[in-house]
């Protein structure tokens, strides 16, 4: 049972569009002047003492909890695991292949 196409896709080259292969969530922190791949860090403590506050005042606890659920899901910035900047750049290899889709695009 050897189908020819099958075969043929795994021995394709990976696409070269950014942020989907291997390095794709990889940035250039400015401050460390490293590639690294940014996280988002909660807060530990300020959960916890919202979930102590929801034992107690239990509207108001929720309501700061769920508050602070949407500020860690939509506006909290991510920054670098090593210094903690949040002053990010593409990586060299993201720009080459970044100029590389223009040129096919743009003809250019």
């Known amino acids: 049972m050897s189908d020819k196409n099958f075969e043929d896709r795994f021995k394709e080259k990976p ?23 940014p996280v988002k860090r909660p807060s530990i403590i300020l959960l916890a003492a919202l979930v102590v506050l929801s034992f107690f005042f ?22 670098c695991p090593i210094c903690r900047g949040k002053n990010f ?6 720009r080459s292949e970044w100029s ?9």
Do not use: W
């Open 100 to 108: 590389e889709i223009k040129r096919t695009f743009t003809g250019k």
């Open 58 to 79: 239990t509207l108001v606890g929720v309501g700061l909890i769920a508050l602070y659920l949407f500020y860690y899901v939509f506006l909290q910035r991510k920054e």
């Open 89 to 94: 750049r593409f990586t060299e290899q993201q």
């Open 15 to 37: 696409s070269s569009f950014p942020n989907i292969g291997m390095h794709g969530h990889m940035r250039h922190c400015v401050y460390c002047k490293r590639d690294v791949r």
